[in-house]
């Protein structure tokens, strides 16, 4: 089996986001940069598949130079091959993205193309849905649980409620991950000086104006709120208790 | 002429109430244009919702109907209905909620038109181009974009406002079918899993007692869990804690998890970073226990207690306890 990642680099955000002076990026000077949550899980699932079924993984990621970063931890964590599609500081709209995956995979006889259901700072909802079309792939958007056997793949999503939804597809296919399909490792030290050593494939895609372009960053404005700090240690709890009663829930 | 149009989600018959939301979106915009707001039903199994959208300003509902459809869900024959009825009805904004379902039959109806989709938007000021306010990181941060593009794909972030009623005024019912082949069905629900019964849901816990780093261990959360039970509510947890292996993934509460949205979330041992306090913001009282003051949860809480956990959760149980037998 043949299977394709596609991650994306975002900051590591913490507690508090603060924006650059012209307001078109996170101010990343103290933070580091992370695989977005969905697909980190997707680069996990990857190299569990191929444990299991043998075959080949490919991660590829549309970024800057530095997004070499991602593909180096996602090497790290077992992935075989990495593509770096790389771009300059502007950001592609979705449609442009996916129409630049489109053309770098086309060709590469993918069994299996796996991507986050959702980027964590874009959301955009579609880079997926996108290529899947352009291929005429079959795809699963939220998966959480997988199973690929004879050729085929297996897919469920919450569907609220506790309740799951199941798909069956046949391959090749393209599924959008959730977070929670399963934990990832983290990557072995061997991993790490391995990874350093393996080749990266990069592209050089040509710029899309986007239909959808970002003209700024802007922070939700906050509601004013004041805490009260009833106390220190447990001499604290009877006075929450009256408030929990208050409330209605004692 | 032309108009704004709304798709109405719905599964097997059930409405998801945040295309109430969209449809008073879509009517806000549709007063400001001065064009009618209409909306699509997909299957038979939707008929019986015309009745509850008739006071949501609604001028004409099309149902589209297929044998196919109310077999089971499949998003590219429900994307695929959208496409057919667009081209029949010329709407110059097509609009979903930012649901699951709505993400992705609003994705497909964007891939099979080659039109620009502007997920999440919590507003939207028409002109040319466009202009749209959207949520990024769950909507810790906000973007302003530019859309362009001959019809206008949306999603509506899911609570960004209330849905509002208007006199009721009955819609006029355009039934239509849709061409629908084989391959819209190729992606399609084959089969569902019934949810346990019993167990309180994390989304809809009136409680939600939640553990962090803080709390040190697996074991550390049996005094959360106490707590949850003599609350009836239930343990939810930060992304720190799902990805150490301490609690199972559907407890976390966050960006990646689930959005909470309890009388009141009981923060433990939670530093507040962006990815959780998403999934939290639907709280309406936070209390936090926290060993350091300048938390970010502390300054986000209504109410906080500056200590160790494993002291304050104990007391907390201890003293609901007395309360629950002086009473009894």
């Not at chain 2, 497909?108 to 989709?117: E, N, Q, T």
């Not at chain 2, 990024?136 to 001959?150: C, H, K, N, V, Y």
């Amino acid at each position: 089996m043949n299977i394709l990642v596609c991650i994306k680099r975002v900051p590591a955000t913490g507690g508090r986001v603060t924006l650059t002076p012209d307001a078109q990026e996170i101010d990343t000077r103290y933070l580091g940069f992370t695989i977005s949550p969905h697909e980190e899980c997707a680069v996990e699932e990857a190299i569990r598949l191929i444990e299991a079924h043998g075959g080949s993984t490919t991660a590829l990621t549309l970024g800057p130079a530095a997004a070499e970063e991602q593909l180096r931890d996602a090497m790290a964590m077992g992935i075989e091959n990495a593509i770096l599609l790389e771009i300059d500081g502007r950001e592609w709209d979705p449609a442009a993205t996916a129409g630049a995956i489109v053309e770098a995979v086309r060709a590469r006889g993918f069994d299996l193309l796996l991507f986050g259901n959702e980027a964590a700072d874009t959301g955009d909802y579609q880079v997926g849905i996108r290529v899947a079309h352009a291929l005429d792939l079959p795809c699963v958007t939220g998966v959480k649980a997988l199973e690929v056997k004879d050729g085929k793949a297996v897919a469920k999503r919450e569907a609220g409620g506790g309740a799951w939804e199941v798909f069956e597809v046949a391959l090749p296919a393209v599924l959008t991950l959730k977070e929670g399909i399963n934990l990832p490792r983290y990557p072995s030290l061997p991993g790490r000086l391995k990874a350093k050593k393996k080749p990266v494939e990069r592209l050089q895609p040509q710029w899309q104006v986007g239909a959808l372009e970002k003209v700024r960053l802007k922070l939700p404005t906050e509601k004013e709120h004041q805490v009260e700090i009833l106390g220190k240690g447990p001499e604290a709890a009877p006075k929450m208790v009256e408030i929990l009663q208050r409330l209605g829930v004692v | 002429m032309t108009m704004i149009l709304g798709f109405i989600e719905h599964d097997r018959g059930k409405l998801n109430e945040l295309s109430l939301e969209m449809l008073t979106f879509g009517r806000r915009l549709a007063t400001q244009l001065n064009v009618p707001l209409q909306a699509i039903l997909i299957g038979e199994a939707a008929r019986p919702l015309v009745g509850r959208l008739s006071s949501f300003g609604v001028s004409v509902l099309h149902l589209a109907k297929h044998e196919r459809l109310d077999e089971a869900y499949a998003p590219e024959a429900w994307a695929q209905c959208m496409v057919n009825l667009m081209a029949a009805a010329n709407p110059q904004i097509v609009i979903a909620a930012g649901s699951d379902r709505g993400s992705e039959v609003m994705a497909h109806v964007a891939a099979r038109s080659d039109l620009p989709l502007a997920a999440n938007c919590i507003d939207v000021q028409p002109g040319d181009p466009f202009t749209v306010t959207r949520q990024r990181w769950g909507g810790s941060l906000l973007d302003e974009s530019r859309l362009t593009g001959a019809v206008k794909l949306l999603t509506v972030a899911p609570h960004a406002l209330q849905a509002e009623e208007v006199s009721a005024g009955e819609p006029m019912l355009n039934e239509f079918t849709p061409a629908l082949g084989d391959k819209e069905f190729r992606v399609r629900v084959a089969s569902r899993v019934e949810a346990a019964a019993g167990k309180v849901s994390l989304a809809e816990a009136k409680v939600v007692v939640g553990g962090g780093r803080g709390v040190g261990s697996a074991e550390g959360f049996k005094v959360l869990e106490e707590l949850a039970g003599l609350l009836g509510g239930t343990v939810g947890c930060s992304r720190a804690v799902t990805s150490l292996g301490w609690r199972p993934h559907h407890d976390q509460v966050g960006q990646t998890g689930t959005r909470i949205a309890p009388e009141i979330y009981i923060a433990c041992g939670v530093s507040g970073a962006t990815q959780h306090m998403v999934g939290a913001k639907g709280s309406k009282r936070i209390l936090a226990v926290n060993t350091d003051p300048e938390a970010t949860i502390v300054a986000k809480a209504d109410w906080a207690i500056i200590g160790d956990l494993h002291e304050v959760v104990p007391a907390l149980s201890a003293e609901i306890r007395k309360v629950k037998s002086g009473r009894g």
